[in-house]
Nanobody
Framework: QVQLVESGGGLVRAGGSLRLSCAAS????????MGWFRQAPGKEREFVAAINRGGGTTYYADSVQGRFTISRDNAKNTVYLEMNSLKPEDTAVYSCAADTGRYSSSSYASTDPVQYEYWGQGTQVTVSS
């Protein structure tokens, strides 16, 4: 069982920045692929960013490419999402997720939420115009 707890959400003006954190339980965090997803009111959950087990390979949605950065600290069992140049359309509940599957490719990280077995409760990010 993996428990994930997000923090760092809040209210920010357009153009501002926020840094989200996701702390994970368990002694094998370094073996998890980690992802961030978001869901706005009335919309489906969408992929934001993902990072492979070692942290050297990252993937981003086109809508956040160049503005958001995902990273991880395996010694602290934590994954981060640095969000810059925020826009009102980034307003959503942001959730981190863990994929504990075993993959032969060390660079693997999925953008499909179905691949992730464990989810945090989410943290609200609101960007005002």
């Amino acid at each position: 069982q993996v428990q994930l707890v997000e923090s760092g959400g809040g209210l920010v003006r357009a153009g501002g920045s926020l840094r989200l954190s996701c702390a994970a339980s368990g002694r094998t965090f370094s073996s998890y692929v980690m992802g961030w997803f978001r869901q706005a009111p009335g919309k489906e959950r969408e992929f934001v960013a993902a990072i492979n087990r070692g942290g050297g390979t990252t993937y981003y949605a086109d809508s956040v490419q160049g503005r958001f950065t995902i990273s991880r600290d395996n010694a602290k069992n934590t994954v981060y999402l640095e969000m810059n140049s925020l826009k009102p359309e980034d307003t959503a509940v942001y959730s981190c997720a863990a994929d504990t599957g075993r993959y032969s490719s060390s660079s693997y990280a999925s953008t499909d939420p179905v691949q992730y077995e464990y989810w945090g409760q989410g943290t609200q990010v609101t960007v005002s115009s």
